[in-house]
């Protein structure tokens, strides 16, 4: 689980006062529960994640992953239990190493001791992970990342991030960068990890349909705050004109910017 307890980040902006991105926003996503977050640009989504993942600090509140308080937690510590896939498929994955060193890496992620080598019952088992992806690139282990596509490699990179069995999934547009095919595979992948590993997850989307599609609940954040939150019988009944319409009473602004804004 993880409880975001009145979070408030701020940014320093050239001279005068600082930016309140996040104004004491609480959140709280028990154990196996996914929650799409959806809002315009520049609403703190990415901010949320990264304070959640401890890469920006916050002025004010507190998260708590698994009943423990982690608000001091650098960045590398939070890393050994929470698992992060951005935008950027060149982001997650060591390029210049081969696709088994990445998943090696990601596997010991948060133990204190470093195996050097890569046995070949522990090659065994990552190429069977592999294989799960169904991209073929199980035939591919010793080559460098470099040379896959960039839907190859966020798929790796979800496997990177999942192989660690983390408490929190964190997904930032983790398919906004690649083709509608690639995009739906990736998103196909991302479902059956969160099942078959029991994650809580986040999902930032500006994709509408996905968002209800691959998530129990919807979280609508606008200018740093949740202004909408749905799940259950509610969230089950919604379509894509729904969730833009409760976007609109939300912020109160009209449909057709919110279509802009959303899509
Ligand atoms: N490191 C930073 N320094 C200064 N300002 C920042 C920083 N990160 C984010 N911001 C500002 O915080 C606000 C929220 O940004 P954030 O990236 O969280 O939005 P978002 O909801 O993820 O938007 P998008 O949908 O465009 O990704 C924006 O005004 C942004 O300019
Ligand atoms: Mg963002």
Redesign the pocket.
Known sequence: MIRVESATVA???GGGED?V?LKGLSLEVPRGQTVSII??????????L?AIAGT?PLVSGSIVVDGRDCTRDPEWARAAYLGRVRQNPLAGTAGDMTILDNLALASRKGRRRLRLAVTPSIARDLAGRVAELGMGLENRLRENVSKLSGGQRQALTLLMAVLSRPSVLLL??HTAALDPANADLVSALTKRFIAEYGLTALI?T?DMKRALDQAGRVVM?HE?RIVADVEGAEKERMGVPDLVDLFRQARGSDYAEDRDLLR
């Open positions: 940014f320093a902006q930016r991105v809002g315009s640009n520049g609403a703190g989504k990415s901010t949320l990264n920006v930032d547009e930032v500006h954040m740093g």
